[in-house]
């Protein structure tokens, strides 16, 4: 890949959001914003390899998708009310109130999360205006077809747009029962970068992880009080703390167990350790920690550990039982065996996988882990029919490279 080339990659996964969000306020159409935008992004592919790239990426970019817009516009039918409509948004006028933080991206993603929206539709229209994922992306991920996907989207702009669902953050009185929405999609956004499911993409994606944070600070910040807003930063701090120890130098996912703990990010597990004891002390207080609390307690636990081997599993299994009460859920179930198997054996916790067949079929986790409960108890065979079949599943090529060395390992 040409310089100019990694430079528009670099760019995309960093101005994308920036660029729909700021031509969303001053158009106040998501159509008009996401296709400016891609010509924009367009128009970089075609012009920068030759010209260079320009001083001030971001701001070419701005520059440019305004000026798509605005040629869209004059160019539509309906020039005099889209003209109107455009200056009602960039009125003289005092503007009205967009909410406690003047974020342009902040106010795109409770758009795109709004309650009158479905919730996987809230999901894909924010990988896709927010994450600036493609639809093809999208739609392995949700594991449907392009074209279905993209009626979705394509379903709830259209939707946005004629219950004139408002462009900004909501009051101070709306947000309690705004925000589990909008920390659910950006959870989804974070494991996306954390974990590409895409064959075609990169295994991780620090774009996307970096932009779930930054979201998940601001919303922090605008509810300071709220737990699980506390929580989900936490985690996604602990999680990221640890990517670049993720994937070897050959592209091959490294397990937790494997990786080098010396290279973890000590400043944000710092941060993240701080606010799952600031979590801690609430709980102790009386207030019940939820989901993302205890995923983070989880991750706080390995994280402390200077070795893989001074995990203390009792007490992660003591917060995974905390954790399916809550959310009694086949994939933490899954995850609960993992920690039974470490401390009850691989057979009990293979009794517990196998409890979950009917549900967990089409999950390629699910024959990853019993796989190596199976290699684990020497039953190769079986274990490399589950190697197999989660190797046919899973889309992260890191992934796909650690599976299949383990189960050519088997003999």
């Not at 080339?5 to 998501?30: K, N, P, Y």
């Not at 996987?120 to 229209?125: D, I, N």
């Not at 065996?337 to 999950?363: F, I, K, Q, S, T």
Request: aromatic fraction near 4%; hydrophobic fraction near 45%.
């Amino acid at each position: 890949m040409s310089d100019a080339a990694e430079s528009i990659t670099r760019v995309h996964r960093a101005e994308w959001a920036r660029v729909v969000a700021a031509l969303t306020r001053r158009f106040g159409d998501l159509d008009i914003a996401e296709e400016a935008a891609a010509e924009a992004f367009a128009a970089a592919v075609e012009r920068w390899p030759a010209d260079g790239v320009p001083p001030n990426p971001g701001g070419w970019l701005t520059t440019t998708a305004n000026r798509r817009a605005i040629d869209r516009i004059r160019r539509e039918n309906k020039r005099d009310d889209k003209h109107k409509e455009a200056r009602m948004v960039y009125a003289d006028d005092p503007p009205e109130p967009v909410g406690a933080i003047d974020d342009d991206r902040l106010r795109l993603i409770f758009t795109c999360c709004h309650p009158a929206l479905a919730p996987e539709t809230r999901v894909a229209l924010t990988l896709r205006l927010v994450a600036g994922l493609t639809v093809p992306e999208i739609a392995r991920a949700f594991l449907v077809q392009e074209p279905a996907m993209g009626q979705r989207i394509t379903r709830a702009k259209a939707k946005i747009k004629a219950a004139r669902i408002p462009y900004r953050v909501p009051s101070a009185e709306d947000l309690p029962a705004r925000v589990s929405g909008v920390l659910a999609v950006l959870y989804l956004v974070f494991n996306e970068g954390y974990l590409a499911t895409g064959p075609g993409t990169d295994p991780v994606r620090p774009g996307l992880t970096a932009e779930a944070i930054r979201l998940a600070r601001l919303i922090r910040a605008l509810l300071p009080d709220d737990g699980e807003a506390a929580g989900l930063l936490a985690l996604m701090l602990l999680t990221e703390a640890r990517r670049t120890a993720r994937v070897s130098a050959g592209g091959e996912l490294v397990t937790l167990v494997e990786q080098d703990r010396g290279s973890w990010d000590a400043a944000l597990i710092a941060e993240g350790h701080r606010l799952v004891r600031e979590r801690l002390a609430a709980a102790a207080a009386g207030t019940a920690p939820g989901r993302y609390q205890i995923l983070a307690a989880i991750n706080a636990v390995h994280t402390s550990a200077r070795d893989a081997r001074d995990t203390d599993w009792s007490q992660i299994l003591a917060l995974y039982d905390q954790l399916v009460r809550l959310d009694p859920s086949p994939i933490v179930a899954l995850n609960r065996a993992v920690a039974v198997a470490e401390l009850d054996g691989p057979e009990v916790a293979l009794a517990a996988v196998d409890r979950l067949r009917d549900r967990l079929a089409g999950y390629h986790a699910y024959h990853a882990i019993r796989a190596d409960l199976l290699r684990r108890l020497g039953d190769g065979r079986r274990s490399r029919a589950a190697y197999d079949r989660a190797i046919e599943l899973a889309g992260n090529t890191a992934e796909v490279a650690y599976l299949t060395r383990r189960r050519d390992q088997l003999g």
